[in-house]
C-alpha cells in the first residue's frame, strides 16, 4: 500500500516496498555515503523532481523515499505528488526502513564502487 502524509506525520509511515519500486535516499551525498538502504539511489530531496527526470523515471512509478528522520522524505513527497508523480510512499527513517526488512545498511564499498 502506498500512503501519502505530510512532513509531520509520522504515523503514517509507511515501511512496506512494493515489487519494482526505486528506492530513493533523499538525504545528502555524504549522509548517503555514511549508509543507506541496499539498492537504494541518492537524490537530495531539493533536487527530487531534477534528479528523477535525469534518471528518465516515469511518474507512475513506484517511489518509496526515506531519510534520516522522515521529515525530508515528507518534504520530497509532497514536490513530487505536486509534479504528477503517482505512487508514493514516505518510508521514514533509516534505521526503523532497515529493521523493519532485517536489513543491513549499505555503503559504497559493500557495492564495489
Known amino acids: 500500500m502506498l500512503c501519502a502524509c505530510a512532513p509531520d506525520d509520522t504515523d503514517a509511515f509507511d515501511t512496506g516496498i512494493a515489487p ?32 528523477l527526470s535525469a534518471r528518465s523515471i516515469p511518474h507512475d512509478t513506484a517511489l518509496v523515499l526515506y531519510c534520516r528522520s522522515g521529515n525530508r522524505s ?33 555503503t559504497p564499498t559493500d557495492e564495489g564502487t
Open 20 to 51: 519494482g519500486a526505486v528506492i530513493i535516499d533523499v538525504r545528502t551525498p555524504e549522509e548517503f555515503t555514511s549508509g543507506h538502504y541496499p539498492g537504494a539511489i541518492n537524490i537530495p530531496y531539493d533536487r527530487i523532481v531534477e534528479g
Open 74 to 106: 515528507g518534504r520530497a513527497l509532497v514536490t513530487l505528488k505536486a509534479a504528477g508523480f503517482s505512487q508514493l510512499q514516505n518510508a521514514g527513517d533509516l534505521t526503523t526502513l532497515l529493521a523493519v526488512h532485517h536489513q543491513s545498511m549499505s
